[in-house]
């Protein structure tokens, strides 16, 4: 299976911030990338695929780069919803993975 | 607007079996594949399986061979994961999710999501 990984996985921050999250896969993934938000109590949402598309409706201070094994994902000015926790996910495989997960929680 | 909604929590013991469901509306069922995720309280995502809801072909993770049944009836738009043989480890939210694409040969991450259900495993 492609592992994936993720840095930091946790993440001090304030509103209007600039925040950035790497992951990283075990083995070149191209675009396949998708990153994910979940809320507490909430399911996951899609925010981005082929690593750097913007979902339908997700705004657009979020953005996300890279291809082969390593990947951003980037909030620009963070804004109160935004604090949750962040999943990357592979899809080059059949056997999709996630990565472990970033929260960023308010300083 | 699309909905995919899971049948409620269940507490069960250990070694015995449970069959969560999801039921799809305001979309073509077989279009569209169907994952199940689960999430242990506090931890991250594990993606268990797969299932084209146009022939029913089936992918599973490999820790879970074995012990998990994806499964789909076309009559009703509804996706079924049965896990067997519980443990206190599968203890965890499941949530069905929505393959993003349509082609059954490809794979996608996942656009719309299940609210969840909360199987508990306790003696």
């Known amino acids: 299976d492609i592992q994936m990984t993720q840095s930091p996985s946790t993440l001090s921050a304030s509103v209007g911030d600039r925040v950035t999250i790497t992951c990283r896969a075990s083995?070149?993934?191209?675009?396949?990338l998708a990153w994910y938000q979940q809320r507490p109590g909430k399911a996951p949402k899609l925010l981005i695929y082929?690593?750097?598309t913007l979902e339908t409706d997700v705004p657009s201070r979020f953005s996300g780069s890279g291809s082969g094994t390593e990947f951003t994902l980037t909030i620009n000015s963070l804004r109160p919803d935004d604090f949750a926790t962040y999943y990357c996910?592979?899809?080059?495989?059949?056997?999709?993975?996630f990565g472990p997960g970033t929260k960023i929680h308010m300083k | 607007q699309v909905q995919l909604v899971q049948s409620g929590a269940e507490v069960t013991k250990p070694g015995a079996s449970v069959k969560v469901s999801c039921t799809t509306s305001?979309?073509?069922?077989?279009?569209?594949?169907i994952n199940w995720v689960r999430q242990a309280p506090g931890q991250g995502l594990e993606w268990m399986g797969w299932?084209?809801?146009?022939?029913?072909?089936?992918n599973y993770a490999q820790n879970l061979q074995g012990r998990v049944t994806i499964s789909a009836d076309t009559s009703t738009s509804t996706a079924y994961m049965e896990l067997r043989s519980l443990r206190s480890d599968d203890t965890a939210f499941y949530y069905c999710?929505?393959?993003?694409?349509?082609?059954?040969?490809?794979?996608?991450?996942?656009?719309?999501w299940g609210q969840g259900t909360l199987i508990t495993v306790s003696s």
């Open positions: 996910q592979q899809y080059a495989s059949w056997f999709r993975t």
């Open positions: 083995q070149s993934i191209k675009n396949w």
């Open positions: 082929e690593a750097s």
């Open positions: 305001d979309y073509t069922f077989t279009t569209y594949g």
């Open positions: 299932i084209s809801t146009q022939n029913g072909n089936t």
């Open positions: 999710a929505r393959d993003l694409g349509s082609y059954s040969g490809g794979t996608y991450p996942f656009d719309y």
